[in-house]
DNA sequence: TTGCGTGCAAATCTTTTGCAGAATG
DNA sequence: CATTCTGCAAAAGATTTGCACGCAA
């Protein structure tokens, strides 16, 4: 199972942990087990996924030390750190990697729920052209394809949760 | 305090109610009170609205034949009908009209929160590309500019005057 | 009359919060 | 040692659902 990442990655100078630790220190907070453990498992994989996939999945390794609450808290912080980047999809947030790893954005397959990303330098330019006639001050932008997969459309096998885009 | 739409409309040969009658009955639908009602207030004005405000406005204007659980069985028989449209912003679902309103996007403010809508051609096609590379049937697209609209740039917010020393 | 539709209450789902004790700097 | 953090339980916000009765066809 696997996305076909073709959009190499950006070179920077900390690892996510270290770029973490970086931040939490310039705001004054605390290097805790549980936002360690939390930055190393959610930078361990490029995936997209949820509050609830990662709090599986730390359940699935047997790690215990994390609860829900600071896994919600934890991954608001990534988010502010600029380590996270999310969207708000069919009613919860999905994550994905920001801090290292280029601009993109994504094909969503609503058969398999599966977010495809891809490249392309025409959009950010036509975001920018959009904006300066609005008098718009960009912050970023959020490119959603939905449709179909190839897989979908040969093979015979849905499933939905992820609605919305 | 309006949106400013330059985007004019799309002919079409039935009013929204008729064209949810239409969508009720080919689907063995009944056609009821709080549906007319609903379709109705809905395409009153064209706006971007969620649940809540459907519901505060219904409330507001007097009308109490509709319950909470029916407007948001009533938003999800609209978005089947292809009336409306659905975007997951920020934890809820954000409906405006599609039928009868043409292909658009959005800038969206993040301090004041409006959303402000253009249409670009350009966008469709580079999106059909994009799919076509990756042999993905597309359905729609969403693409959701984030930033800082005019007003919130000039008007300086009235913080605490003490601290403007 | 025959169900589909509705309202009500309660349940779900996702995320947030108050608080007391635990851990970090 | 002073705080920030965490876990727990509960709260909150959005949306959905079970069920008995009402209403459209």
Redo the contacts with the bound molecule.
């Keep these: 199972m696997s996305h076909d990442f073709t959009l190499g990655t950006v070179e920077v100078a900390l690892t996510p942990s270290q770029r973490f630790?970086e931040y939490?220190?310039s705001?004054?907070?605390?290097?805790?087990?549980?936002?360690r453990i939390?930055v190393g498992e959610v930078f361990k994989r490029h995936e997209h996924f949820?509050?609830?996939v990662l709090i599986k999945h730390l359940d699935a390794i047997g790690e215990?030390?994390?609860?829900?609450?600071?896994?919600?808290?934890?991954?608001?912080e990534l988010l502010d750190a600029g380590l996270l980047r999310g969207m708000?999809l069919g009613?919860?947030?999905?994550y994905e990697h920001d801090y290292g790893y280029p601009q993109h954005d994504h094909l969503h397959c609503i058969k398999c729920n599966k977010l495809i990303e891809f490249s392309d330098s025409e959009i950010a330019e036509l975001r920018d052209e959009v904006a300066r006639q609005h008098n718009f001050r960009v912050i970023g932008h959020r490119l959603i394809i939905s449709g179909i997969c190839t897989e979908c459309r040969s093979v015979r096998r849905p499933t939905r949760?992820l609605d919305l885009v």
């Design positions: 630790e939490l220190q705001k004054g907070k605390r290097i805790t087990q549980q936002r939390l949820d509050a609830e215990n030390r994390v609860s829900r609450p600071t896994v919600y808290r934890t991954l608001s708000s009613g919860r947030t999905v949760k």
